[in-house]
């Protein structure tokens, strides 16, 4: 059974408490310095990072992303259910975004929610350990501190991406830095960058389609392992996460651009 883990783009707007800025387009260097800054100040650490997920889009996004009964997020002070993602320039070439999203996970299995937007981190929530949503990521390894930024995975990227940049020069992009997973020792792998470019709109339609680029990348060396461009994609088929079968119910909190999680390119 292969595991189909997508990873999680909930990004918001305005939160609080907000601790520092970084510009309202931060690579990932820049945005998980300050995430890690309010991460050490919320109890129950030491919080270590599983994830960091980024996406840069020109129109603004919003989405509730509420809890259900098999997520069940306790939002800090300020913070509700609907959130917004800020729209910004294209910049397809420098691995910046207008909004990131940092999941760490402390020991007893409790994730902590951090995101960057508007040029600042804050503390979204926490999702308390043994639930449904948040069971995935416990396959997760911690992001090492020598992945390379994301400004680097861009450039890497950029001669396999040039045609479909040129035909695209709006399109959105999500930048998934995932630090590796173990799955019953059928999927094992180390930190990788997962880079999705589309012409998608982030709040796309049940079925609309778009081209797209997606590409695979060792996160400390900047290797690419694996790129494609696809023509025409199903913009919202991967709005959710799970396993592809009889997985966990869909995460509230998650909002997917472009398949960017476990299962892997062959």
């Known amino acids: 059974m292969i595991i189909a883990v997508v990873a999680a783009l909930a990004l918001g707007g305005v939160f609080t408490p907000a601790k520092s800025s970084v510009g309202s387009t931060p690579t990932y260097s820049q945005a998980v310095s300050q995430a890690n800054g309010v ?10 990072l599983v994830l960091g997920a980024g996406i840069m889009t020109t129109a603004i996004a919003s989405e509730n ?38 999941l760490y996970r402390n020991a007893a299995e409790e994730y902590l929610i951090v995101t960057v937007t508007n040029g600042q981190a804050s503390e979204f929530g926490t999702i308390a350990p043994k639930q449904a949503c948040a069971t995935v990521f416990n396959y997760f390894s911690v992001v090492p501190s020598n992945v390379i930024d994301s400004s680097a995975v861009a450039s890497d990227v950029a001669g396999y991406a040039g045609a479909f940049l040129t035909a695209h020069p709006n ?3 999500s930048y998934a830095l995932i630090g590796g997973a ?50 025409s994609v199903h913009c919202s088929s991967s709005s959710s996460i799970g396993l592809v079968k009889g997985g966990p119910p869909s995460l509230p909190l998650v909002r997917v651009i472009g398949s960017v999680g476990i299962a892997r390119p062959r």
Do not use: H
């Open 39 to 48: 991460a050490s100040g919320v109890s129950g650490g030491s919080w270590d």
């Open 65 to 102: 992303l509420g809890s259900s009964k098999d997520c069940n997020i306790t939002y800090s002070p300020g913070v509700t259910g609907t959130v917004t993602i800020p729209a910004a320039p294209s910049e397809l070439t420098n691995g910046r975004a207008s909004g990131w999203i940092f």
């Open 171 to 173: 399109a959105n992009a």
């Open 182 to 231: 173990s799955v019953f020792g059928l999927v094992n792998f180390g930190p990788e960058w997962r880079v999705n470019y589309t012409a998608c709109p982030f709040n796309a339609a049940v079925g609309t389609t778009g081209p797209a680029f997606n590409a695979t990348l060792n996160a400390t060396t900047g290797a690419v392992m694996f790129e494609q461009s696809l023509p």
